[in-house]
């Protein structure tokens, strides 16, 4: 079993998360993906941030005629702040252990990386996903290979090698951190919630029954 492991705060979920996982998914053949949304992001500011149970729902919405797509509750259980490390612990400990699990992020978190909980740790415990992603003005940035091969050798370990064949970087010791360029949607939720404040439309942005919970529970505003 292939199985991959989709954190954040999905404040609110967007078309940009759900076509990123959706295309890793068919690129790595994945039996499923967990898409967990975090209940206490800890490098998050916390004003503006919908409520978990809100953010959950908006997930199980926006993936309800996705069957591979398993909304997880994991964080939201868990006191404190949700860690990934904690999360993929987690699911090691209770999936067969012939499971392959991997690990997806937007490059931009990626980068960030060095503030997350014992992230040396995760290099060793799980395989990485990094999807590109736009960006900052639409600069393209972040799909260079380049810029992540010098982060992980300068950062992560010098005996990380960028393997051609496989498109991802390999280590003697440690897991690969594989790049998949996913299509460039230049969405956000902070896209989405400032043209709510600013009292413009979201649609095609977000799913539409996302769209209509924001709208019902007047989230954002
Ligand atoms: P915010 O704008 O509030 O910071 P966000 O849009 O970045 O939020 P998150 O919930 O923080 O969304 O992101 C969860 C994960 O999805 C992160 O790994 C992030 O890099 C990735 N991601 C978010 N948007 C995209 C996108 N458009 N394309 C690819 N990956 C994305």
């Not at 949304?37 to 908006?58: L, V, W």
């Not at 209770?94 to 040396?120: H, M, N, R």
């Amino acid at each position: 079993m292939r199985i991959g492991l989709f954190g954040g705060t999905f404040n609110p979920i967007h078309l940009g998360h759900l076509r990123a996982v959706q295309e890793v998914q068919e690129a790595f053949n994945m039996d499923k993906c967990y898409l967990i949304p975090a209940a206490i992001p800890p490098h998050k500011k916390q004003i503006g941030i919908a409520s978990a149970e809100d953010r959950f729902e908006m997930v199980k919405l926006a993936t309800s005629d996705s069957p591979n797509f398993i909304v997880s509750d994991v964080e939201l259980k868990r006191s404190g702040p949700s860690y990934t490390i904690d999360t993929v612990i987690y699911y090691q400990s209770i999936l067969p252990k012939a499971t392959q699990l991997y690990l997806i992020v937007g490059i931009d978190s990626f980068l960030q990386i060095e503030i997350w909980k014992f992230y040396p740790d995760l290099f060793s415990h799980i395989a990485f996903i990094v999807m590109a992603r736009p960006g900052p003005r639409g600069k393209q940035i972040f799909s260079n290979r380049q810029v992540l091969e010098n982060f992980m050798k300068s950062r992560i370990s010098a005996d990380y090698r960028f393997s051609i064949a496989q498109n991802c970087f390999m280590h003697p010791e440690k897991q690969a951190v594989y790049i998949c360029d996913v299509s460039l949607l230049d969405i956000s939720s902070t896209k989405i919630r400032r043209l709510i404040k600013d009292g413009r439309s979201i649609k095609f942005l977000v799913p539409e029954k996302v769209e209509e919970f924001i709208k019902t529970k007047g989230l954002y505003l």
